[in-house]
């Protein structure tokens, strides 16, 4: 029996991206041993992305959609397509066509040869994209690994194959927060990464700003380690330490009769373990903020409408 592979692309307006993607990837797929089939995510457009999908879904059978209630994220999007694909392997890429189709026939090559996860990182070599772009993305996996316990390989991206083994494993994952670049390098089985050089996006503008890239970020770095807790705990050791050895300087100036000088300094070290304080408060704040969306237990994502049923149970096969 042929090999299914399901193709999962959260699509946040992408109108114009839609076609040309499916007639892409059917011509690089169409010559290969494999079925395949496309599950496009809605993740909330405004504009005419569902319609343009459905109007697919029409002309090609193995076109399916899934249309969120609401704009949930790229991440939320791509858990919506895990859980509803059963192929032996599936695909995960951009709508935008930044993801080269052309790699497909390597990265299943990969696969088939036994490698559980196929990822794809970017190497910046290209001329499209821009200075800012580039030392941002730089800035975002130097401070996620320094401050996390997964280590992302530099410009570590979305477009990848993950077996179905993988796959199971996901799909029991149920956090409130999921960032796949992260989950997938921490269920571990074997993986193999290949670089590519990122396409100039068919149509449309990227939809990621720069503040969605800083929340990202923290949210990344919060969801896999306490290392933050340890660090402001870390600091506060030092500072009380560091304080500690001020007590001697407070009596000798007791004694010698010099105790009302040194405003500046306590108004200074006041104001300096003020601000501390808050900072250690907020790192905590923040971890208990995670852990009350978590318990409220709330869905990663709401299905408004699809063609596709539901796959979450484990794919056994013999
Ligand atoms: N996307 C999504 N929901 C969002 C934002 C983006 O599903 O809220 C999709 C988008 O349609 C595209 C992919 O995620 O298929 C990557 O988005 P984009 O091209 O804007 O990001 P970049 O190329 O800058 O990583
Ligand atoms: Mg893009």
Known sequence: MKKKLSIIIPSFNEEKNIRPLILKVTEILAPTNYDFEFIFIDDGSTDNTLNEIKLQAKLFSNVFYLQLSRNFGKDHALKA??????????ITMDADLQHPPELLPKMLHL??????????????????VKKRQKITSKLFYKVINLFSDIKLENGASDFRILDERVVN????????????????????FSQIGIPYTPAQRHSGTPNYSFI???????????SFSVRPLYIATGVGIFFSVASLLYIPYILISIFTGHAVSGWASIIATISFFGGLQLLVLGIIGMYVGKIFLQTKNRPNYIINNKNIELKKDSIIRV
Do not use: C, Q
């Not at 397509?81 to 599936?90: F, R, V």
């Not at 696969?111 to 499209?128: L, Q, S």
């Not at 969605?212 to 919060?222: C, D, H, P, R």
């Open 111 to 128: 696969w088939e040869k036994g490698n559980n996860i196929v990822y794809t990182y970017r190497v910046d070599a290209n001329p499209h």
């Open 212 to 222: 969605a890239l800083v929340k990202l970020g923290i949210s990344s770095i919060m």
């Open 169 to 188: 494993e996901l799909k029991k994952i149920d956090e409130y927060e999921i960032f796949y670049r992260g989950m997938v390098k921490w269920v571990g």
């Open 81 to 90: 397509g895990i859980d509803h694909a059963n192929g032996n392997a599936i």
